[in-house]
């Protein structure tokens, strides 16, 4: 996923070491660079990626959630996570990846030059991290399919049990399309390091003013094409100081906006039959937990292949992710203990999962420690608000996506603001050319946690608002909600004609 930073800091100091390497090196910057071609270690780890994170979709997240709610709604659980996974692939290849990341556009949406995948081939590359480091645009484009994929597929929890199977079609069609595209690129949507070194090379070896000018003018061009979250653009940016959001792999575009268009749906479905008067209990904790160890499993490809290469910073998100889901699990396990009396396998599933979410955000910025940390704290956050906040409300988030997704995605992105310093053994605030002298970015703690705050906000806005208006539209258009006829029937039978399990 392309990580966040400040475009017009990281131009300042590349312009500034490159006038010292000119003064050395001379005539060799005029030699043209040979392009580079993608390393195939990073192209595998990034296919390899592509595949864990669509198994967190089918099977895992299909299996989570269908354990959780009764038998008679199983099938329908699997059907709606599985053709939210079909329907986003192709939504994704015939525009998606060309609004959101791959075609160049504005602060707030990209362009429409790769609608239909128009000029992406074989041969086409995209950037990384590091000058001179590129993969192939394929694997670049199916690997952020995956997530398009799996971030509606979250919702599903929340309105499980009582919605209509066309109104999940519809409703994914227009909030990817409204919503997650937009979001995505925002938060992600960066120039590419070698663009920004040839620009920082072309102000630095600028002899006149009118070179001065144009080159200033491709650094403006670039900006420009940079999403407003994470280059400090926009409204916020008087506040944020030029320092962009950070945001690894997803806190924001994917659990905080599925959270809380999650808690949406739910609020405008209304509860269940029998919500809050009879058990609505799980009826396989067993199919739960293999969604559990599916999803964990998949989740470094979703949090360590979003460094796109396979380097030691891939690592890094590696062991995080392990690490904050153990710490998420346990606690959860311990917290619930010492309320309940008892510990429970839901209890400790859930906790890898919140674990999982917070530690998305921060996964390529904070040390190990910083993650176990980070996860000790998700969990008993979490646990308040599935155990106490929502019965408090009274809204019916079936499967506690609001509870999990949405806020420990908040704790994540919040946290992540705080677990980069490099006091606390983060990475701190880079730039991620590679060139000498320019690699270590001016990281201030008070003005990072007010854009990753104001990250969070805007996407909280932007998704819960948008959400609302989706769901009253699909309402007229095709109905929310089943009869409730069909739903004491169970929508395996009323909706689909089949049945998960045979008596």
Not at 124 to 151: D, K, L
Request: glycine share 12%.
């Amino acid at each position: 996923m392309l990580k966040s930073t400040s475009a017009r800091a990281a131009l300042s100091s590349l312009a500034l070491g490159l006038c010292a390497a000119l003064a050395s090196v001379g005539p060799a910057f005029a030699q043209a660079a040979a392009a580079p071609v993608p390393n195939k270690g990073d192209t595998a780890w990034l296919l390899v990626s592509s595949l864990l994170v669509l198994m967190m979709s089918i099977p895992g997240l299909a299996l989570f959630y269908g354990g959780l709610v009764r038998s008679k709604n199983m099938l329908s659980v699997l059907t709606q996570v599985m053709a939210i996974v079909s329907l986003a692939g192709l939504l994704w290849a015939f525009y998606g990846y060309s609004i959101a990341l791959g075609d160049t556009g504005g602060h707030y949406l990209g362009g429409f030059g790769k609608i239909f995948l128009a000029g992406v081939t074989p041969a086409s590359v995209s950037a990384t991290f590091s000058n001179g480091v590129v993969v192939p645009e394929y694997a670049y484009m199916v690997f952020q399919m995956t997530f398009a994929m799996i971030t509606p597929a979250l919702i599903v929890g929340a309105y499980a049990e009582r919605i209509k199977f066309s109104a999940v079609l519809l409703f994914t069609f227009l909030w990817l399309t409204i919503v997650y595209f937009p979001i995505a690129h925002w938060v992600w949507a960066t120039p590419a390091p070698d663009d920004l070194a040839a620009a920082a090379k072309a102000l630095a070896a600028a002899a006149d003013e009118a070179a001065r000018k144009a080159a200033q003018g491709k650094i403006d061009e670039l900006i420009a094409a940079a999403g407003w979250i994470n280059q400090g653009r926009g409204v916020g940016e008087f506040l944020m100081n030029g320092v962009g959001a950070l945001d690894f792999a997803g806190g924001t575009v994917v659990h905080v906006n599925a959270g809380i268009a999650g808690l949406v749906g739910a609020v405008m479905l209304g509860k269940r039959i029998g919500y809050q008067r009879e058990a609505l209990t799980p009826h396989s904790l067993t199919l739960t937990m293999v969604g559990t160890a599916l999803l964990w499993v998949g989740w470094f490809g979703f949090n360590a292949g979003s460094n796109l290469e396979a380097n030691g910073a891939t690592a890094l998100a590696f062991v995080n992710t392990m690490l904050a889901t153990c710490a998420a699990a346990f606690s959860w396990l311990v917290s619930e203990w010492a309320i309940k009396g008892k510990p429970s396998l839901l209890g400790m599933a859930s906790g890898a999962v919140a674990g999982l979410v917070a530690v998305t955000p921060a996964s390529g910025y904070a040390g190990p420690m910083g993650s176990i940390v980070l996860g000790l704290i998700v969990s008993p956050v979490c646990l308040m608000f599935v155990s106490k906040v929502k019965n408090a409300l009274g809204y019916d988030d079936a499967l506690d996506v609001f509870g999990i997704h949405c806020v420990g995605g908040v704790v994540g992105a919040i946290a992540t603001g705080v677990l980069v310093s490099p006091a606390l053994g983060g990475v701190g605030v880079t730039d991620y050319t590679n060139i000498a002298g320019a690699n270590a970015g001016t990281y201030a703690m008070g003005q990072q946690l007010i854009s990753q705050i104001t990250a969070v906000v805007a996407t909280l806005v932007w998704s819960g608002v948008a959400s609302a208006i989706i769901f009253k539209l699909v309402d007229i258009v095709v109905g929310l909600r089943v009869s409730r006829d069909e739903e004491r029937e169970g929508l395996d039978l009323a909706e689909h004609g089949e049945r998960a399990y045979s008596y």
